[in-house]
């Protein structure tokens, strides 16, 4: 899963070895502005790319942290273009 946010621009990653384990993929700066750096390390030198592991919990602690600061201002102009229901009903 992509996230851009103003925290920074993110890539959260399931891992296949542990399923309780999520890797989250970002510049270094975005990161430890969130984490502590002592637990961030590098995957991909030549992109600049660091990553730190979080347990489920954690990042579902980071993802509120990440939706309480959306800011709500740059939504005025926000128009759907085709209505998401349309008089459709399920049972």
Same mark, same amino acid.
């Given at each position: 899963?992509?996230?851009?946010? !103003?925290?920074?621009?993110?890539?959260?990653?399931?891992?296949?070895? &542990? /399923?309780? +384990?999520? =890797?989250?993929?970002?510049?270094?700066?975005?990161? !430890?502005?969130?984490?502590?750096?002592?637990?961030?390390?590098?995957? &991909? /030198?030549? +992109?600049? =790319?660091?990553?730190?592991?979080?347990?489920?919990?954690?990042?579902?602690?980071?993802?509120?942290?990440?939706?309480?600061?959306?800011?709500?201002?740059?939504?005025?102009?926000?128009?759907?273009?085709?209505?998401?229901?349309?008089?459709?009903?399920?049972?």
């Amino acid at each position: 899963m992509k996230i851009s946010s !103003v925290l920074g621009d993110f890539k959260v990653i399931q891992t296949i070895k &542990n /399923r309780d +384990e999520l =890797l989250v993929l970002g510049s270094w700066k975005d990161l !430890v502005r969130i984490f502590d750096s002592g637990r961030t390390f590098l995957v &991909n /030198r030549n +992109e600049s =790319l660091f990553g730190i592991y979080l347990c489920k919990q954690e990042c579902a602690e980071f993802m509120n942290k990440i939706i309480q600061d959306i800011d709500y201002h740059e939504w005025e102009d926000f128009k759907l273009e085709k209505p998401i229901f349309n008089n459709q009903f399920q049972a």
